[in-house]
């Protein structure tokens, strides 16, 4: 339906959780995946298991997308197994919980630099590979515009991706290129272990959301695939909000 077969995407952060729903949905499609992670190789190699499963070719890489280095031989290599690339999600993301008194430098540069300037370079190296246009997507969340407890680090990390995206939308339209922000509701993966009120975050979540059910990480990978697909083709710097309706509510 979506007539994606044989084409490439590199998914960063694609060892678990939306990441990881994210490739399989594509490779369902018939899509080529490049798996990324940092740290835990089980989980990737077991993500290109499932790939590879659907029909579809895996090629899994460690790469820190904070690196340029990282970053740049990651590439290196996606040149030299397919030689172009279709689609780019960056979708990887850390960051430290912490009120907005007790976060540090360190603290900020490593949101910063894993959630919004890993665009910037991931960008700069897919772009010369997007051979007949290509989409690029950045996976958010609502914190980029809402205040979060603990979340400000990463709350301002995703405003700064969301603007990358709109510029980088503007300067890649002529490419054929088009990029748009995935925001997602909250999403019980691993990520929501590191909150403390984890629970409290899932009820509220769920007693707020419209649609009556909370946001998994196959809906997201839906919409991944939908702005993939040629049917979006003129949805061009938008952020789109995954959440059943979450944010709506006053
Ligand atoms: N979960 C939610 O409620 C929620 C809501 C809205 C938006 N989001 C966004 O959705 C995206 C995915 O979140 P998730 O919940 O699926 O996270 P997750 O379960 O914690 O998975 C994070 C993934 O990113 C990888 N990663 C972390 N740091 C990296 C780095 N420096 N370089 C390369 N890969 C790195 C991890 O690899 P390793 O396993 O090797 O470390 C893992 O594959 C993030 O952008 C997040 O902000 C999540």
Redesign the pocket.
């Known amino acids: 339906m979506f007539n994606l077969a044989g084409k490439v995407a590199i998914i ?9 729903a994210i490739a399989l949905r594509f490779a369902e499609n018939g899509v080529h995946i490049v798996v ?6 089980q ?2 190699e077991e993500t290109a298991r499932l790939v590879q499963e659907r029909g579809a070719e895996c090629l899994v890489i ?6 340029d280095e990282d970053v740049v031989a990651m590439f290196q290599q996606i040149k030299e197994r397919y030689g172009r690339l279709d689609f780019l999600v960056s ?4 960051g430290v919980l912490k009120p907005a008194m007790e976060l540090s430098s360190r603290h900020w540069n490593w949101a910063m630099d ?2 919004a300037r ?1 665009l910037l370079t991931l960008a700069q190296q897919a772009v010369p590979l997007m051979l007949d246009g290509g989409r690029i997507m950045a ?5 980029s515009v809402r205040a979060v407890e603990n979340y400000t680090a ?1 709350g301002a990390s ?1 405003a700064a991706l969301e603007s990358l995206v709109r510029h980088l939308a503007v300067e890649l339209g002529e490419k054929k290129i088009t990029v748009n922000t995935i ?10 272990k590191k909150f403390p009120n984890r629970k409290q975050i899932l009820d509220t979540a769920l007693a707020r959301t419209p649609m009556g059910v909370l ?1 998994t ?1 196959d809906d ?1 990978a839906d919409v991944a695939l939908f702005l993939a697909s040629d049917l979006a083709k003129m949805i061009h710097g938008q952020t789109v909000v995954v959440d059943g309706g979450y944010s709506i509510r006053a």
């Open positions: 960063t952060g694609s060892s678990r959780g939306i990441g990881k990324n992670y940092v740290r835990h190789r989980d990737a460690k790469a820190n997308v904070a690196n979708n990887a993301a850390s894993i959630n890993a996976v958010s969340s609502l914190g990463v995703k925001s997602a509701g909250a999403v019980d993966t691993e990520a929501l946001t990480p997201v």
